[in-house]
């Protein structure tokens, strides 16, 4: 099993930024990606930032704006969020994911709310 819990979001201004953490505890052996997925009111989850091998893949509407990090040695993943518009308020859910047993992770969720 895998936990992860996620910290730093909150309220910001359009145009500011704000980082997001999630620490991750548990059997991480075999974890092949992390990264952060979004959903806000009335609309699906989606993916924002993946990383995996050392690879990286973002979602077009952030791309040059968000940057996300793994730090293996403490089991944390950080995603960056520079440039913040009103449209990446979301509840941000930190994502892990193990291939070979084809099992996913999620945490509980940080609310990020970018005003105008």
């Known amino acids: 099993q895998v936990q992860l819990v996620e910290s730093g979001g909150g309220l910001v201004q359009a145009g500011g930024s704000l980082r997001l953490s999630c620490a991750a505890s548990?059997?991480?052996?075999?974890?092949?990606?992390m990264g952060w997925y979004r959903q806000a009111p009335g609309k699906q989850r989606e993916l924002v930032a993946l990383?995996?091998?050392?690879?990286?893949s973002y979602a077009d509407s952030v791309k040059g704006r968000f940057t996300i990090s793994r730090d293996s040695t403490k089991n944390t993943v950080d995603l960056q969020m520079n440039s913040l518009r009103p449209e990446d308020t979301a509840v941000y859910y930190c994502y892990a994911k193990r291939f070979s047993q084809n099992m996913e992770y999620w945490g509980k969720g940080t609310l990020v709310t970018v005003s105008s």
């Open positions: 990383i995996f091998g050392g690879g990286t």
């Open positions: 548990g059997t991480m052996f075999g974890i092949n990606a």
